[in-house]
């Protein structure tokens, strides 16, 4: 069983277990392997702003790498709630940096995990005029500020 098929069966499994009736679908796309969940209770999986889903796909891994040391990291997405989010999200961050070329002035993102911080910085990452810096804090979700660079 392949670690994609062992993470589809873990997530069968504690699905069917709380209730939930799903069909799950497997991608191997650009940004890993992915498990895409459909089903009629998507707003049950997603939760607020993603948490539940971030949880779930946290347990899924964890499960994995349990059963399958150097299993790679597997993504969950429900109804392509995930990508509709990280689509939007990069394209808001490139309308602030496009302000932030015109006017001049700073602006900054709402708080955010790891992974959409990274999102966010890989977008400006060659940009010549615009950069992104997390600001500093102990806080779990930061705010990502976008400024002009010092030429």
């Known amino acids: 069983m392949t670690p994609i098929e062992h993470a589809r069966h873990i997530l069968d499994t504690m699905l069917g277990y709380l209730g939930f009736v799903v ?5 191997n796309g650009p940004d890993g392997p992915t498990l895409q969940v459909l089903t009629d209770d998507s707003d049950a999986l997603i939760g607020r702003r993603g948490e539940t889903l971030d949880d779930i796909q946290y347990l899924v891994n964890r499960v994995l790498q349990r059963h399958i040391k150097d299993a790679p990291r597997i993504r969950v997405d429900v109804e392509f709630y995930r ?11 490139r309308e602030l940096g496009e302000r932030v070329r015109a006017t001049g002035q700073s602006a900054d993102l709402p708080p955010m995990n790891s992974y959409y911080r990274r999102l966010v910085h890989n977008v400006f990452a060659n940009d010549p005029d615009v950069m992104s810096v997390s600001q ?3 806080a779990r979700f930061k705010r990502i500020f976008l400024r002009r660079r010092s030429k």
């Open 23 to 27: 069909q799950i679908e497997e991608d």
């Open 83 to 93: 990508s509709m989010r990280e689509d939007k999200m990069v394209a808001r961050a």
């Open 136 to 138: 500093d804090g102990a």
